[in-house]
């Protein structure tokens, strides 16, 4: 067992059943592609594996991390409880024996990236690989209470500025008029003087 970073790791040790499997495999897999799935962290991960819905004795998910080959999660029958998945991937795989042999990971990191292999028996080992690659999850969105704020300030200002115009128009008209009252109060009396 490897200690770093605080997390352990596991390598695996395949019995001589499953060594040999996995090897043949490298022969029996001649027009294997490689698929890409992309996934935001912290959601889970959907695997695609293609082996048939109805023939599972045995199934091998397993990834290499920090030059170690490690099982993320595997099946090889109801008879063997022999348990080799790493100490990462524990309660965070979901394999799917029925409609075919996904795996889904949950709640993935960054860390996971990288490439998976789905290897089954059907007649020779098959074997599927994946690529994960694992974006960053986007900021937030603004919050609701910024945008209202922020057009609750705008409203306030706009108001405050319609407000001040107003007023400054009803003193100009209220100035204007007493001057005018003013002017034709003071010049009548001089004018009947002068007549």
Partial sequence: MNLSSGTRTRPVRFGGFTLALVLLSTCACTD??????????GEPAVLPCTCPPDQPPFV???????????VVSDYRGEDNKEDKQADEYRDRTELKLTENC????????????????????????????IYLQVTERPAPPERIWDVQKTVLTSSVCGILVLVFITVAVVVYVGISRRNRRQMNGTFTPTLKGII
């Fill in 32 to 41: 294997c592609a490689e698929r890409n799935v992309t996934v935001q962290a």
């Fill in 60 to 70: 091998v998910w397993q990834t290499t991390v920090r030059d170690q080959l490690l």
């Fill in 102 to 129: 996904s795996l889904t990971l949950l709640n993935v990191t960054p860390s996971d990236e990288g490439t998976y292999t789905c290897y089954y028996q059907i007649g020779p080992v098959r074997q599927d690989i």
